[in-house]
């Protein structure tokens, strides 16, 4: 159910603007922002779904895009079962480079934003493709991770998952000691099914609730890209937030073309000041 009574053909649209040469769009900016927080004061329940971007700010590198990670790297050669099973040793290097880098960075005020966020609902869900735990490490909670974690490893053919921190050697990956077969990254690869506990879960919350944030994703990769549309569908409010349009801000209720480290602060701020948890 919609949370609040409003035309549903209404759409926001926010930019961020120079406040001095373009002040009315920063009016319109700030509206919009009230509008937000009274979304979330009228809502009770609330998922959030994040992408890449939200972990762009702490410096880990996002998929698509002009610095993305696709666009050095190709996806079929390094994240997908055809692909480690021709090369484990290339894919396995490349997964030691990104846990390295992940392993170096911090959550970003968006993470901390998103704890805070979770205040305001009797229900809240944390829906995230991201792989890299940046989420868990900021304090958040009821975390669905939707395409693994980079961390943990598991057998490519007997599935059993590996959480203890295992160095892997690429020159010698190890065996399972169930089954023997080769350990791989717990991580979801194109053309691979998601687990169906969570993907399930997720789909369910997103059916359910009142409010749906879509942060810092280009809203592309199914089945995750479903989820804004499912939750759209059974009326709940669609806020989008990123800085690049993508296919889903023509359906979002409120499309703010922000940071996500800039604008959830922000909107934290704002609710605290008119109406703090609880
Ligand atoms: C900021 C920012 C800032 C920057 N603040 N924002 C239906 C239709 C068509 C195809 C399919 C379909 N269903 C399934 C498919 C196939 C496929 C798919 O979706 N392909 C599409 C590309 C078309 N899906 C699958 O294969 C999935 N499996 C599946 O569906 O199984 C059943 C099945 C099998 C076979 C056939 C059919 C069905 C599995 C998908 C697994 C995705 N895996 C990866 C790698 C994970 C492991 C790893 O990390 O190594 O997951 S790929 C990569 O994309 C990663 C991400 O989680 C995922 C999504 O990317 P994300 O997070 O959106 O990042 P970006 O880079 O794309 O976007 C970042 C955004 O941030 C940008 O918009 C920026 O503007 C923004 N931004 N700075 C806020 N500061
Ligand atoms: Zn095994």
Sequence with gaps: MACQERDPTERRIAKPVSLVAFWPVALYLLCMLDEIVNAVRNCRSCVVLTGAGISAESGVPTFRGSEGLWGKFKPEELATMAAFISNPKIVWEWYKWRRQVVGEVKPNPGHYALRYLQQWFDQFTLVT??????????????????????????????????????????????????????????????????????????????????????????????????????????????????????????????????????????????????????
């Design 129 to 278: 493709q991201n792989v890299d735990g940046l989420h868990r490490a900021a304090g958040s909670e009821n975390i669905l991770e939707l395409h693994g974690n980079i961390y943990r490893n598991k057998c490519l053919d007997c599935n059993h998952q590996f959480s203890e921190d295992m160095d892997i050697d690429p020159d010698n990956i190890p065996s399972c000691p169930h089954c023997g077969g080769k350990i791989r990254p717990d991580v979801v690869w194109f053309g691979e099914m998601l687990d169906p506990q969570i993907i399930n879960k997720a789909f369910s919350e997103s059916e359910q609730t009142e409010l749906f944030f879509s942060i810092g994703t280009s809203a592309i990769v199914h089945p995750a890209a479903s989820l804004p549309i499912t939750a759209k569908r059974q009326g709940a409010t669609l806020v989008e937030i990123n800085p690049e349009m993508t296919p889903l801000s023509g359906l979002a209720d409120y499309y703010v073309s922000a940071k996500s480290g800039e604008f959830l602060p922000t909107l934290i701020e704002r609710l605290k000041q008119t109406s703090p948890p609880g």
